[in-house]
């Protein structure tokens, strides 16, 4: 067998020659260390496991930041929907009770006195009915419309709720003009 040429020069002393076997004891002991490492198929795979599941997490995170970013948003701008509506609801609550209570002054004013107790009692019939019909959509909205929908819905009928008198006095004097105009057809 032939050994390869050495570029080093041959020891001179055998103190050297003992540094130049323990230097490639070394170089040869770190080869074999790293063809271990390569050749060692488990460890390498923990350590890419390890590395996914570094990266699992950290995708994660992002995804449950931006989640909650995502919902904080969404819950900031149904509050501010739900402000509005409530704002727009009021006013349109009071420019139909301001509407209501002028018309039906007016009415009154012209009305011959029969003719008022029977679209009184038409009113009363009629808020009777909404009520009715009210108390029917009430049941049917607690039913099948989604509890997060009930929510958003939950402050402009707060609001209606609270100006029910406006409602229903708006209910009578609509049924009152339609009752008279009605009348004036047949008349």
């Known amino acids: 067998m032939t050994q390869p040429p050495h570029d080093e020069p041959t020891a001179q002393s055998p103190e050297e020659l003992r540094e130049q076997v323990e230097h490639t004891r070394r170089e040869l002991g770190e080869t074999v260390e790293a063809l271990a490492a390569k050749t060692d198929v488990k460890a390498r795979a923990q350590e890419k496991a390890d590395q996914a599941k570094e990266q699992a997490a950290a995708v994660t995170a992002q995804a449950k930041e931006r989640a909650a970013a995502a919902a904080g948003q969404a819950r900031e701008q149904a509050a501010a929907k739900a ?9 349109v609550a009071g420019q139909a009770k301001g509407k209501a209570a ?5 009415v009154r004013g012209k009305l011959p006195e029969p003719v008022r107790e029977k679209a009184a009692q038409a009113a009363a019939q009629a808020a009777g009915g909404a009520r ?12 099948k419309v989604p509890e997060p ?3 958003k819905a939950a402050g402009p ?3 209606a709720r609270d100006h029910r008198g406006l409602l229903l006095a708006g209910a009578g004097a609509a049924t009152l003009l339609l009752w008279l105009a009605l009348r004036r057809r047949e008349g």
């Open 157 to 159: 009928a707060r609001a």
């Open 132 to 143: 009715a019909v009210a108390s029917g959509a009430d049941r049917m909205w607690q039913e």
């Open 149 to 151: 929908v009930r929510e």
């Open 83 to 91: 402000a509005q509506a409530k704002e727009q609801a009021a006013a």
């Open 102 to 106: 002028e018309v039906a002054q007016q």
